[in-house]
């Protein structure tokens, strides 16, 4: 019980000891830097691209229909599986018998 004390207190005191160090370490980094905010010409890009990348998948989506049932605004709709390949799935060919 007295060496499981003793070696608490080092565990302890090891811990605290390490703290300490990094704490003074980490005062003498003097290093902030400035993160500024993009000028506004440059949101307005961003903006306008991402109204047109939506509008393209918007109009990809009309023009493929229902054919493609997984197709998501974020989702390269290039790697959608057509919904008539969902229907002869792995699950529909190999059932398991009861």
């Known amino acids: 019980s007295r060496l499981e004390h003793e070696h608490r207190m080092a565990q302890r005191h090891q811990i605290k000891t ?12 003097t290093f902030q830097p400035r993160i500024n905010d993009a000028p506004a010409y440059i949101k307005k890009i961003a903006t306008s691209q991402k109204r047109k990348k939506e509008a393209q998948l918007l109009l990809q989506r009309h023009q493929m229909g229902s ?22 799935s792995f699950a529909t060919r190999y059932t398991l018998s009861p």
């Open 67 to 88: 054919s493609m049932e997984n197709i998501h605004p974020g989702w390269d709709s290039s790697v959608a599986v057509p919904t008539s390949l969902k229907k002869s």
């Open 18 to 29: 390490a703290q300490e160090m990094m704490e003074e370490e980490l005062r003498e980094c």
